[in-house]
């Protein structure tokens, strides 16, 4: 059974950081794609940043230079840093493992950051 759980969201003041975390089971982690996508209500889930191998990273315009991905295959898990927050950061956040074309999803955790 494949599960991807997120950590590390929540309440941060604007300017703040965070580091989310996902961890996977019943994959061969390394061997996936891993991103991480946002969602606020009534929108699209909109991707955020992706890393294939250690050094092999991409991101959305929104947020380069603010927020960092990494992986751990040791680990079994993908990081988010997220610095210099904004409100427009508030979304629930999810990640997502790929080899295509099959995929995976976690349940998302919430990150709020007020006006």
């Known amino acids: 059974q494949v599960q991807l759980v997120e950590s590390g969201g929540g309440l941060v003041q604007p300017g703040g950081s965070l580091r989310l975390s996902c961890t996977a089971s019943?994959?061969?982690?390394?061997?996936?794609?891993m991103a991480w996508y946002r969602q606020v209500p009534g929108k699209q889930r909109e991707w955020v940043a992706q890393?294939?191998?250690?050094?092999?990273?991409d991101y959305a315009d929104s947020v380069k230079g603010r927020f960092t991905i990494s992986r751990d295959n040791a680990k079994n898990t993908v990081y988010l840093q997220m610095n210099s927050l904004k409100f427009e950061d508030t979304a629930v956040y999810y990640c997502?493992?790929?080899?295509?074309?099959?995929?995976?999803w976690g349940q998302g955790t919430q990150v709020t950051v007020p006006s």
């Open positions: 997502k493992a790929t080899i295509y074309p099959t995929e995976y």
């Open positions: 890393i294939l191998a250690p050094t092999v990273t």
């Open positions: 019943g994959i061969v982690f390394s061997r996936y794609v």
